[in-house]
């Protein structure tokens, strides 16, 4: 025991045992190369000036066309395109610059703006206008510049009022929705003037040596190069390194959408130049990424599903195109159609598929590791469960605790015996915590986040003596911190599960979740024990001390 059981506990020394070093070993991102993820750190790395803020903005803005937060990605877009034609490239930005600037005079959320949310779909309308316009002889900037500038503000409108409602009503993304229906409407315009403006050049395809398993294998680059408009083959095998340099998942998702479009052309005999030049891929690369790794976690149950998506994308392609006046291409809203529909079904179909929330959407690789922490926590949680119940043994997790961390759980545990007992009063430590309200950080400094704490020190004094040995102060800490390091990881799996959004979750619900990482239903006497005085439902928040903390 201490020999002063009123003196402050060592602030300094609990802080650094929950908050310092690298969280628990199941929360760790693997990453593939310096490039993966979001870089959140990329402008500060190159010294965070405005204008290299700006241009993180742009290459945001590109990447997020096909699902990317990522400016290494959107730069690496950007010379692919360039690559295809100079116009290309420059009515691209064009296109994004009027969008998020759109975004910056209507003075909408910053968030959503550096993430390039606002400029992606004013990026394709941009590609469009490069590729589509066919003004007169000599005059062909003048035109197609306020065409892109106002075609470009009104995706970003539509992006904000649109993509605000789907977001809200039925909790489905935009995605290229705006893009389609500007571009259709410019084109609409442009026939109903006669102007040349918005045509689309009715090019001949080339031919295909090699057969159908040349043009297979043509299509795997060209299915992702055609999302842009574009159809150059060292343009897409540049692009198809971009989508791997931030997200390996995706791309590997992507190319298996393009190899699924492509064989849905070869069998319904769509012949080898089209699925040559990736006109029957490119919608299914976007709906495989969406499905299988975007919108959802990227595991073998959403594997099926998303090839399925992407192949009912190709499939329906020349269905949706016969809907259009000629001339009039179909654009990728065969996407999104079959990905807003795929959404919708299988939260109703296959509720084990959990959807990503809209505000968490990341990379497939995030999205997988959120996937692997719940499952981690939900199986040890069903352990202590288990033996909290059985009165069993529930010190679990210092057999997998990283080797520095036991060393501070260790010192801090010494610091707190100065008798050299063994032992630390639980009444003093629930004291001592409970009556802490300093630090600056808010992971120990919030009151309210530990009002159980009480309960769970007692619940850790497995023989009722009074005092945490070392073993039963160990256990201690480590939940602690998977409750600071896990929360927000957490609940961004979790929350989509409250499908009727009334901030609980039922037994139903839970049997959901525990279903969407392969673990079994709760057992009738589990579910009393864990529900209690509460049937109906637990808010999330109890629910999620209880996960970490029980």
């Avoid at 750190?41 to 993180?56: I, N, P, Y």
């Avoid at 503000?153 to 229906?181: E, M, Q, Y």
């Avoid at 069993?392 to 545990?413: C, K, P, Q, T």
Wanted: a neutral charge; one cysteine or more.
């Amino acid at each position: 025991m201490r020999d002063d059981p009123h003196a402050p506990l060592p602030s300094h020394l609990l802080l650094e045992v929950l908050l310092a070093g690298e969280p628990p070993p199941a929360s760790r991102l693997r990453r593939w190369l310096p490039t993966s993820g979001t870089l959140p750190a990329a402008v500060d790395a190159l010294g965070g000036g405005r204008h290299v803020r700006a241009a993180e903005v742009l290459l945001r803005s590109l990447g997020q066309v096909i699902f990317l937060n990522n400016p290494f990605t959107g730069l690496l877009l950007l010379l692919a395109l360039g690559l295809q034609s100079a116009a290309l490239a420059g009515f691209t930005l064009v296109g994004i610059v009027a969008a998020n600037g759109t975004a910056l005079v209507m003075r909408w959320e910053r968030g959503p703006l550096r993430d390039g949310i606002y400029g992606f779909n004013g990026a394709l309308v941009g590609s469009a206008v490069a590729v589509f316009a066919q003004a007169a002889e000599g005059a062909w900037l003048p035109p197609r510049l306020p065409l892109t500038l106002m075609g470009a503000v009104l995706s970003s409108l539509l992006v904000r009022h649109l993509g605000g409602w789907l977001k809200t009503r039925p909790g489905l993304p935009v995605l290229t929705l705006p893009f389609c229906l500007v571009t259709w409407g410019w084109m609409a315009a442009a026939a109903a003037f006669a102007s040349p403006l918005l045509s689309p050049a009715a090019a001949p395809l080339p031919a295909v040596p090699g057969g159908s398993a040349a043009a297979l294998l043509l299509a795997l680059p060209r299915g992702f190069a055609q999302v842009f408009l574009c159809d150059g083959l060292w343009s897409g095998v540049l692009i198809v390194a971009a989508v791997a340099a931030a997200s390996p998942i995706a791309a590997v998702l992507g190319l298996a959408g393009a190899a699924c479009g492509g064989l849905v052309g070869l069998l319904t005999g769509a012949g080898t130049e089209p699925v040559a030049m990736g006109l029957w891929s490119y919608n299914a690369v976007l709906t495989v990424i969406a499905v299988g790794g975007t919108f959802h976690a990227p595991t073998p149950r959403s594997l099926v599903p998303a090839v399925a998506a992407g192949g009912v994308a190709a499939a329906v392609t020349p269905l949706l195109a016969g809907l259009l006046p000629a001339g009039v291409p179909v654009l990728t809203f065969p996407f999104v159609l079959v990905t807003l529909l795929s959404l919708v079904l299988l939260r109703h179909w296959l509720p084990s598929m959990v959807p990503v929330a809209l505000h968490a959407v990341v990379t497939p690789e995030e999205h997988l590791r959120r996937y692997r922490v719940t499952r981690d926590l939900l199986a040890g949680f069903r352990r202590r469960l288990a033996a909290s119940r059985g009165g069993g043994a529930r010190l679990l997790l210092a057999a997998r605790a990283d080797r520095g961390v036991m060393a501070r759980i260790e010192a801090l545990f010494h610091e707190l015996d100065h008798d050299g007992s063994g032992g630390l009063a639980v009444s003093e430590l629930v004291t001592g915590l409970l009556g802490r309200s300093a630090g600056g950080r808010a992971g120990i400094a919030n009151r309210s986040r530990f009002r159980q704490l009480a309960e769970v020190l007692r619940s850790m004094d497995l023989d009722g003596d009074g005092t945490l040995d070392r073993e039963e102060f160990t256990e201690l800490m480590l939940r602690l911190r998977l409750l600071v390091h896990g929360r927000e990881r957490l609940r961004s799996y979790v929350l989509p599960i409250d499908a009727d959004g009334d901030g609980l979750l039922d037994p139903i619900e839970l049997d959901r979740l525990l279903a969407s990482v392969g673990l079994s239903p709760l057992a009738d006497p589990e579910r009393r024990w864990l529900y209690g005085d509460a049937p109906t439902g637990l808010p999330w928040d109890a629910f999620l001390d209880r996960l970490l903390l029980t």
